[in-house]
Nanobody, 124 residues
Framework: VQLVQSGGGAVESGGSLRLSCAVS????????MGWFRQGSGTEREAVAM???????TYAESVKGRFTTSRDNSRNTAYLQMNSLNSEDTAIYYC???????????????????WGHGTQVTVSS
């Protein structure tokens, strides 16, 4: 199983970007797809997750600005990021987890496959 990320790049504050995470190889359509980020000098944090049935959960820091979704027919998950600010600057990773969790903080331990990461830079 491989997770191939695309999207990201540089944008001005207030702008938008969309990340994609394409899964190759067999993966259960009920697998939880999570999005994580790691800024310079910070620990990796989970920001969004989407369950196999499309239900979503977000970290407070991105709620109302980020939207995650998935297209099971394409084995692809998406992270739409709007109203970006400099605090969103980070490397973003997607992860395929065996289960979604009740809280964002517990998701990472369930991730079985990781994307390679993509840089998002927001200039003020």
């Amino acid at each position: 199983v491989q997770l191939v990320q695309s999207g990201g790049g540089a944008v001005e504050s207030g702008g938008s970007l969309r990340l994609s995470c394409a899964v190759s190889g067999y993966i259960d359509t009920m697998t939880c797809m999570g999005w994580f980020r790691q800024g310079s000098g910070t620990e990796r944090e989970a920001v969004a997750m989407v369950d196999g049935d499309g239900s979503t959960t977000y970290a407070e820091s991105v709620k109302g600005r980020f939207t995650t979704s998935r297209d099971n027919s394409r084995n692809t998950a998406y992270l739409q990021m709007n109203s970006l600010n400099s605090e969103d600057t980070a490397i973003y990773y997607c992860g395929a987890a065996s289960t979604c969790t009740d809280t964002m903080q517990h998701l990472e331990v369930w991730v079985e496959h990781w994307g390679h990461g993509t840089q998002v830079t927001v200039s003020s």
